[in-house]
């Protein structure tokens, strides 16, 4: 999963009119991700969205809904979450390759408050929306 979100990275900044590159880390498993022949980033297994993605899921179905219901906001703010993190990446690499005296500060601060950000408008908008629990107090 995380060589593929590297790929897709690659193929994102590529679009963007980057020469981006991806190879495999000689002693750590993950991807280095290179701009312009600048090795920039690893991408590793945290930056893959899953774990995200299951804490999601996690909380949408401790409080679920309807099943069908439960189903499809599972599926779509999953690929909603995986697809803000390809993104987070992209405008993540790209910060640190033009201001890379702010990669610290983007990596630990910004970029998680985006991700952890929309995780918590999901899940508040489930649990005002479909779930049980709204549900039994209505």
Known sequence: MTHLVA???????????????ITPHPNEPSMKLLI?????????EGCNSISVIILFVSFI???????????????????LIY?????RIVLLSLGVYHCPEYADFLHSVVFPAIIY?????LWIFWVNRFSKLK???A
């Open 36 to 44: 312009n022949g600048n090795y920039l980033a690893r991408i590793i």
């Open 61 to 79: 179905i401790a409080f679920s809904g309807k099943l069908k219901t439960t189903f499809f906001y599972v599926l779509s703010g999953s690929v």
């Open 117 to 121: 950000g929309m995780v918590f408008l």
């Open 135 to 137: 549900q039994k107090h």
């Open 83 to 87: 697809i803000v993190n390809l993104l």
């Open 7 to 21: 790929k897709q990275t690659k193929v994102l900044l590529n679009g963007f009119g980057y020469d981006a590159q």
